[in-house]
């Protein structure tokens, strides 16, 4: 298996009749999945998306894919394909479309509808192209056909990419319930069909690579629903994801067995519902919804909330109520049901939420205590039998984190696909299709790029880190005014402290002074160098009397 | 049940021949445990643990129990019972023996061998107190009897205190695995014996009160570990606490069999297990511990390291292994095993740790894809055999947060607890037991007490909002000189900033002057007002210009 190599150079030029595969994101990470083709001068995107930030970038509100690599080269783009509606796979076209507005967004009737709505708070008119599974269309040198998969969102599409370097198959994210909801089943024949022509490289989902078997069907999620609504006492309160129609397509129907009225909860909720609806993605049972207002008419046992707010968002209506601090007040025989995954490094906070609701007399129903939820994502067993069906010339695992990319190999090695054919690759890892081989050639800036507040990129790795420290220490600064020619302090030290639990400087005052003065009698009045004495001095009076190392911020003005 | 109400007063005067039982630690949050009894004017604690802090707490190392309630009777504490050596039942001692260094400290030889290794680096001599299983001590007023119970380390201990008020069973944490390693079962024959007499009080291990059914027994991931360290095909690297004798023990059994050497890494490890084979609770093969200096004469498949890390703690061995910053070196063919829990808040951490070793070549086993961890704590089908041996008159389930709580109490009523004889109680909650009835009488202060470098306490909730907001957004502090009589601006404004993410404030310097010149103008040298007026008008330009809000510091220096 080929691996990067952590000290890759810049690639070098495409051969001609080669295809180039630039990953920018979702490899080595689970989001802001974004992957260029470039053959014969053009380029085909595959998705846009952003990345939700860890603990690790205190503050930022999302990450972006770097977009440095095709900066220069953005009227060669031939279009975006999305391979469906979901926020790592979307999420960053609007910041793209800044750059060049009129690039052309092809997908599904859905991604597209529910990317517009986004585009239109963006105040952005796009360029779309509506395609459907079955249908082959070529934007430039890339003739793409577009197969349908199942996954945790409606019309999902995988593509299948022909130019004359071979025939690439770019599954998207998928899965493979046998009885889905809506009867599109992941096109498995025309993966067949594509692997008897000869698939020369295969990109594939490797989300859940690590995890054996294979999917509960979304339908057994209904049976559950339903058993909850109706042996729930009082109000049932859903979460869901937002973009989740199937999942809330159970929950209508789940009520309306039940008898009980729906009321939808949340911007984003009630607008992807709304998109659902009209496109016809969710059948909504005549009379059954409700707004927030009419609630207050019908007893709890008729009521079912849905709403958004399964990670545990701390301003999430959810969240809210479980701190008592919405106007849904959760009262003894409400039950409350997390329909969603628990996306890793959200437990804290899903398990605040947990706690708050139980306190107030609700009865919590997770994934950890029923069926309520099912992964979107293949597992090893299924992805063993898109493996079988494609028999792949190449192989490159996508969509993963490095365990998920490395047992995904591992699979394809078992199906056997020639190791020399496997190629593992990261962010920005330079891989070209030549001659029927798969192999990488170099590597290119793909670092994260962090939207906050109204910027993009403006906020870089050192301000993260002085984040860092602030949030754990804290900060003292202090302030000297000096003679600009003497060198004599006029004015301070002024010491003032935010999250250092420092209450008071006195001791230090003196120390500070003496230091001051030493200097001026020395004649030192370079503000360089007293910024230093004096960063030195009340760094090491903090650390010898508390313990800590709060950031020190000497402040000398001279007038 | 009884709930603590949110607006409870301080408690009444205890009424004569009652039992006062106050919860300072481990209700309602999963650590420091402790608990205060009272009889007769006379005080017995029950563990004495801490709390490791979330990102919620930046920067804290540990948090306390608050001791204000017992601050003024210090000399009415007749001893400390410590039910077994984890950290958070015995981590917070070294700071109770600061205010009163002799107060006696009661446990078995393990739990007091564990705890005074830990008070010698606190240089601290305590008075200790000796017990074992079957035995009964009397503390003043309080009788108590030892029980011999399961958990995660050896040499854990239920304790039967008796007063006049009554019998109450305090579990500790416990399980009831029915194939021990070292045969010591959980005395469920000595709980029905008290049954029998008539338990007026059980309080009992929450933590897996959510959790259906029976726990694994330890003995089975022996047979695990054997398994993969006979496959393993260089060397074998495996992390978990380093209380964990057990587990340790498994490891060694299992390096012996394979023929391979054991070296233990890291100071928490080689302590406790020096203590642990000291005692003998620890069995070493002859000849089978190597130093670290010796593994390079071995090759990897004779070679298995134990060392801790298993949380993804940053400065940890297998963390720094998995950034190849450690001179240990992460090579194709390792194996690393995390045999251990993963305590909630860590996934990120131990993602990133598993993610790196993955990159590295390493095979990472853990108790996601294979038996190598167990529970120490009983989940609820063993919860219901102790209430149904006990039959108590009143239930109080501690040691959890409120979803445990709650879900050990309806454990307790369906077994037959009348719902009036359950306390939920929380943290600082005051519960008296009367009369054979416990009921909850009132609240004391119960607050976290942050432990951050060498201080205690100083830490406030104030510091750490300061921290969250530092951490999130930084911070922009602007120094003006003023003239004290005038107000004429002498200096500045010179502007600092870190974390902002803001390169130049050349365009707020203009606004600032004119605000400066105006309040001259208007005969304004109030310090504080200026400060309000430098602080409106920098964090608007912020705010204006990019949509974030930094923590503005005005600092007006008068000369």
């Known amino acids: 298996m080929s691996h990067p190599h952590p000290e890759l150079g810049s690639p070098p030029a495409l051969p001609e009749g080669g295809l180039r595969i630039v990953p920018l994101g979702g490899l080595g990470e689970i989001g802001r999945n974004m992957t260029v083709f470039e053959f014969g001068g053009r380029l085909l995107i595959v998705d846009c998306g952003v990345l939700f930030p860890e603990s690790e970038q205190p503050g930022v509100d999302l990450i972006l894919p770097d977009f440095d690599y095709i900066r220069d080269r953005l009227d060669d783009i031939e279009g975006i394909v999305l391979t469906h509606g979901h926020e790592d796979h979307i999420g960053g076209v609007p910041y793209l479309l800044r750059e060049r507005p009129d690039i052309p967004l092809i997908?599904?009737?859905?991604?597209?509808?529910?990317?517009?709505?986004?585009?239109?708070?963006?105040?952005?008119?796009?360029?779309?192209?509506?395609?459907?599974?079955?249908?082959?269309?070529?934007?430039?040198?890339?003739?793409?056909?577009?197969?349908?998969?199942?996954?945790?969102?409606?019309?999902?599409?995988?593509?299948?990419?022909?130019?004359?370097?071979?025939?690439?198959?770019?599954?998207?994210?998928?899965?493979?319930?046998?009885?889905?909801?809506?009867?599109?089943?992941?096109?498995?024949?025309?993966?067949?069909?594509?692997?008897a022509e000869g698939i020369d490289l295969l990109l594939s989902d490797s989300t859940n690579a690590e995890v054996p078997g294979f999917v509960t069907s979304e339908r057994d999620i209904g049976i559950v629903?339903?058993?909850?609504?109706?042996?729930?006492?009082?109000?049932?309160?859903?979460?869901?994801?937002?973009?989740?129609?199937?999942?809330?397509?159970?929950?209508?129907?789940?009520?309306?067995?039940?008898?009980?009225?729906?009321?939808?909860?949340?911007?984003?909720?009630?607008?992807?519902?709304?998109?659902?609806?009209?496109?016809?993605?969710?059948?909504?049972?005549?009379?059954?919804?409700?707004?927030?207002?009419?609630?207050?008419?019908?007893?709890?046992?008729?009521?079912?909330?849905?709403?958004?707010?399964?990670?545990?968002?701390?301003?999430?209506?959810?969240?809210?109520m479980a701190n008592r601090d919405h106007q849904i007040r959760i009262e003894q025989g409400d039950t409350v049901i997390l329909a969603s995954s628990l996306i890793p490094g959200n437990e804290n906070a899903v398990n605040r939420v947990i706690n708050?609701?139980?306190?107030?007399?609700?009865?919590?129903?997770?994934?950890?205590?029923?069926?309520?939820?099912?992964?979107?994502?293949?597992?090893?067993g299924e992805l063993l039998y898109v493996l079988n069906m494609t028999r792949p010339g190449n192989f490159m695992p996508i969509h993963g984190e490095w365990r998920h990319l490395s047992a995904h190999a591992r699979l394809a090695a078992l199906t056997g696909v020639p190791d020399e054919n496997i190629v593992i690759a990261e962010d920005g890892v330079v891989v070209d299709l030549v001659d029927g081989q798969a192999k990488i050639v170099g590597a290119v800036r793909a670092g994260y790029v962090y939207v906050d507040g109204l910027s993009v990129g403006e906020i870089t790795e050192t301000s993260l880190k002085d984040r860092r420290i602030l949030g754990d220490e804290g900060f003292v600064s202090v302030v000297v005014v000096i003679d600009s020619s003497s060198g004599k302090v006029l004015g301070g030290p002024e010491i003032h402290a935010r999250g250092a639990g420092i209450d008071s400087f006195e001791a230090v005052i003196p120390r500070l002074d003496e230091v001051l003065e030493s200097a001026a009698a020395d004649g030192i009045n370079d503000v360089h160098q007293l910024r230093q004495l004096v960063r030195r001095t009340a760094g090491r009076w903090v650390n010898e009397s508390f313990g800590r190392r709060p950031m020190i911020i000497p402040v000398i003005v001279e007038v």
């Open 107 to 195: 997908g599904s009737r859905l991604t597209l509808a529910l990317l517009e709505a986004k585009l239109t708070e963006h105040r952005l008119k796009p360029t779309t192209v509506q395609v459907r599974e079955g249908e082959t269309r070529s934007f430039g040198p890339f003739s793409c056909e577009f197969l349908a998969v199942n996954h945790s969102i409606p019309d999902a599409l995988a593509v299948a990419i022909r130019t004359a370097a071979g025939l690439v198959l770019a599954t998207g994210d998928f899965k493979m319930d046998q009885l889905p909801l809506d009867g599109r089943l992941t096109d498995l024949g025309g993966f067949a069909r594509l692997g």
């Open 225 to 320: 629903l339903s058993d909850v609504l109706r042996i729930a006492q009082k109000r049932a309160i859903v979460a869901c994801f937002a973009s989740h129609v199937h999942r809330v397509q159970q929950v209508l129907d789940a009520a309306h067995e039940s008898g009980r009225k729906v009321c939808f909860v949340g911007r984003s909720m009630v607008r992807n519902m709304g998109v659902a609806r009209d496109l016809g993605y969710l059948r909504v049972p005549a009379g059954i919804l409700i707004d927030q207002k009419e609630m207050d008419d019908l007893p709890g046992e008729e009521i079912v909330l849905v709403c958004t707010g399964s990670q545990g968002e701390p301003m999430s209506a959810l969240s809210r």
């Open 356 to 380: 708050g609701l139980t306190r107030w007399g609700a009865r919590v129903v997770h994934k950890g205590n029923a069926l309520v939820h099912v992964s979107g994502h293949a597992p090893a």
